[in-house]
């Protein structure tokens, strides 16, 4: 895909990746049950936790997708749809630089229609 500045993109990526990583890293979930007798407390204490653990799922997976964007700028293989082999679109691209899929396809993996490698 020439129209796209690769190395651009590459920084963005490994940028995007650096600030992951120092979330992923800033998460504490431990919950101290002896600091907290009240019921109430711990439950929200443990609701907390449990929202963090599902934003630090995600950011795996989105760490994940950069991860592999990088690997296929590296292989020439970046800025095409992994299924059809398709452009991805530019503005898709500016707009989430691991996307995998240009939009029909990414509209079929939604649907539940394209398997998800």
């Known amino acids: 895909m020439s129209k796209l500045n690769l190395k651009e993109i590459k920084e963005k990526l490994l940028a995007e990746r650096d600030l992951l990583i120092e979330k992923l890293k800033g998460n504490d979930l431990s919950v101290d049950d002896a600091e907290t007798p009240d019921p109430v407390d711990l439950a929200v204490r443990n609701y907390s936790k449990n929202v963090m653990l599902a934003v630090s799922e995600n950011e795996s997976k989105q760490l994940a997708l950069i991860d592999e964007a990088v690997l296929r700028i590296d292989d020439d293989e970046y800025g ?6 398709k452009d991805i679109n530019p503005k898709r691209i500016a707009a989430l630089p691991w996307a995998r899929y240009c939009l029909d396809c990414q509209e079929l993996l939604e649907k539940g229609l394209l398997d998800d490698e």
């Open 80 to 85: 095409l749809c992994q299924n059809c082999d």
